[in-house]
């Protein structure tokens, strides 16, 4: 055989690898693609809650109201703080029991709260 020959064989080899190779980092740019789009859409940039002039339960049923998932305790807590009324867990626990009470509020499961 001729030495061309063998070096036009072994070219073919490896461009048919790298067109292989090619086609799989494809897949894989197209998959991460994706995922990068899925996370966006995830990421959702909530108004900033504003909590001035509002009583602390009023500020919890706003923080629960503006949140997409149900929130515990802390989050709940968490949320007034920044947003500028200092509360604790067990302060909002208090808040909770009586917002419960008149449905402005709804227990999704034990420690799990959400706006009605």
Do not use: H, W
Not at 1 to 11: A, I, R
Not at 16 to 27: N, S
Not at 50 to 71: D, F, H, R, W, Y
């Amino acid at each position: 055989m001729n030495p061309l020959e063998d070096d036009l064989k072994q070219v073919r080899v490896e461009l048919a690898a790298a067109e292989l190779e090619a086609q799989r980092l494809e897949a894989q740019i197209a998959a991460l693609l994706a995922k990068e789009a899925t996370l966006e859409g995830l990421i959702v940039k909530a108004p900033e809650l504003n909590v001035q002039g509002m009583t602390k339960a009023e500020a919890i049923v706003a923080a629960l109201s503006q949140s997409s998932e149900p929130m515990t305790l802390g989050q709940i807590a968490d949320a007034v703080t920044t947003a500028g009324s200092i509360l604790k867990p067990d302060g909002a626990s208090v808040y909770l029991d009586g917002l419960l009470k008149m449905g402005k509020v709804v227990r999704v499961k034990r420690g799990l709260y959400r706006a009605a």
